[in-house]
Nanobody
């Protein structure tokens, strides 16, 4: 059974950094692209970043470009999201997810770019990130 577990969230001051981890089990991680999403209170879930199965393609939403970096270590079955220069508006629950096979190849970020969260079937439970002084 495909499972994803996020960790690394917490409370950080504006300008600070956090590194989120997404640990995968029950499937071959290097078959799948992985997306990071976030949801703030009262807002829709939005895509933050996506990385293709071997890391050759990385996509970021405009609001995090230059501040966040996505990476993966397939040998450790883990995907990371390094978040620097955090802002209060980054406060949200962060989720990692793997795409559905119903929307094209699961190894790339195409479905993430075109469909966003709708193309993702497998979700972790999330980790809270709070940016506040």
């Amino acid at each position: 059974q495909l499972q994803l577990v996020e960790s690394g969230g917490g409370l950080v001051q504006p300008g600070g950094s956090l590194r989120l981890s997404c640990a995968a089990s029950g499937f071959t991680l290097n078959d799948y692209a992985i997306g990071w999403f976030r949801q703030a209170p009262g807002k829709e879930r939005e895509g933050v970043s996506c990385i293709s199965s071997f890391g050759g393609m990385r996509n970021y939403t405009d609001s995090v470009k230059g501040r966040f970096t996505i990476s993966r270590d397939n040998a450790k079955n883990t995907v990371y999201l390094q978040m620097n220069s955090l802002k209060p508006e980054d406060t949200a629950v962060y989720y990692c997810a793997a795409p559905s096979k119903n929307y094209g190849p699961v190894s790339g970020c195409g479905s993430y770019i075109v469909l966003g969260a709708r193309a993702y079937d497998y979700w972790g439970r999330g980790t809270q990130v709070t940016v506040s002084s």
